[in-house]
C-alpha cells in the first residue's frame, strides 16, 4: 500500500520561503510520478507542480513559475517542494499526490493522497 507523508508547513512572511517534503512508502518497483497540490479555503484543489519518475520532468502552475522548484530523491522514495518568494496567495493546505503512469497536473488522475499540510503566508 502506497502511503505518502507531508511536511515542513508552517507560517511565514511575504516574501519568506518554505520547503516542503513528501516521503513515500510502498511503491513498486515501476514507481510513480508525484504532483504537489494546493487547495485554499473555498477553491477548488489546483496543482502546483509535478515531477515523472522515469525522466525526472517537471511541470509548474504558471502562477509558482520561477518561484518554486520539485525535486526527487529517489534513494529516499521523498519529493521536495522548494518555495521562494511566498506571496499570500499561495496560502493553502498543500497535497502531495502519486499515479502510476506520466506526471500530470490534474487531481483526479492522482492514486494516492497524503493528509496535507498547512502553509499560511502572512505578515
Known amino acids: 500500500e502506497v502511503q505518502l507523508v507531508e511536511s515542513g508547513g508552517g507560517v511565514v512572511q511575504p516574501g519568506g520561503s518554505l520547503r516542503l517534503s513528501c516521503a513515500a512508502s510502498?511503491?513498486?518497483?515501476?514507481?510513480?510520478?508525484i504532483g504537489w497540490f494546493r487547495q485554499s479555503a473555498g477553491k477548488e484543489r489546483e496543482g502546483v507542480s509535478c515531477i515523472s519518475r522515469s525522466d525526472g520532468a517537471t511541470y509548474y502552475a504558471g502562477s509558482v513559475k520561477g518561484r518554486f522548484t520539485i525535486s526527487r530523491d529517489n534513494a529516499k522514495n521523498t519529493v521536495y517542494l522548494q518555495m521562494n518568494g511566498l506571496k499570500p496567495e499561495d496560502t493553502a493546505v498543500y497535497y502531495c499526490?502519486?499515479?502510476?503512469?506520466?506526471?500530470?497536473?490534474?487531481?483526479?488522475?492522482?492514486?494516492?493522497w497524503g493528509q496535507g499540510t498547512q502553509v499560511t503566508v502572512s505578515s
Open positions: 510502498g511503491f513498486t518497483r515501476d514507481g510513480y510520478a
Open positions: 499526490a502519486a499515479r502510476r503512469g506520466i506526471a500530470t497536473m490534474s487531481p483526479p488522475l492522482y492514486d494516492y
